[in-house]
């Protein structure tokens, strides 16, 4: 198989899992309980554990990004080329898209929704900023030290942003859009996903400005 198409399937592929995890376990919580401190904390604790595995089994197929302004800092810094940069990120939105689809499906929901969840104001617009610097700079930080390290990195980060930010650390554009369609616990109101999108943009660029003063670069694929 080409490299490119190995990349847009492991992209696609991690993608959707991740949605999946991230939607289905929500609703499944909603489900079970109307407490959304123990709805909170079934999706953090299924959410953590998704993306370690995914991040450790697809490292090595297609680097693991399953977030285009994960793959857009890479690029910045130079680990990614422009081509790659086009593949990774299709196919991470059209991934993240089916994992919402299918996790509505598997909870008998419309297969698409609009969600009606507000996420709005500039408290959580600040807290995307910081939580997509903080995914991103730890991302960097950790590269050199195995995908093992890189996979329980984020995945705890991740799990801790939900807890510590109002916005519950998307800290992902794909993840966002994917959101918008299921109106359940995890959903995003199509209002506020530009909003998200654009702390996380922000959040990004001041990742790659800062790891790019304090880590060396040297292209990685």
Known sequence: MKNTNKIF????IGSSFLVMVIVGSGIMAENLTND?????????????????????????ISGAHFNPFVSLA?????????????IYIPAQILGCLLGVM???????????????????????FLSEIIATFGLI???????????????????????AGYWFTSSTSFANPAVAIART?????????YMNTPTYILAEFLGALIAVSYTHLTLPTKRIV
């Open 9 to 12: 399937l492991g992209e696609f």
């Open 36 to 60: 959304n401190a123990l709805r909170l904390t079934a999706n953090t604790l299924a959410t953590g554990a998704g993306l370690f595995v995914l991040i450790t089994a697809f490292a090595n």
């Open 74 to 86: 890479m690029f910045l810094r130079k680990k990614i080329t422009g081509k790659l940069l086009i």
């Open 102 to 124: 299918l996790a509505n499906v598997f909870f008998e929901h419309n297969i698409l929704e609009l969600s009606t969840k507000n996420r709005d104001g500039f408290h959580i």
């Open 137 to 159: 700079f730890i991302i960097f930080a950790t590269l050199k030290d195995g995908k093992i390290t890189i996979a329980a990195s984020v995945a705890t980060y991740i799990m």
């Open 181 to 189: 369609f299921t109106d359940s616990f995890t959903g995003i109101n």
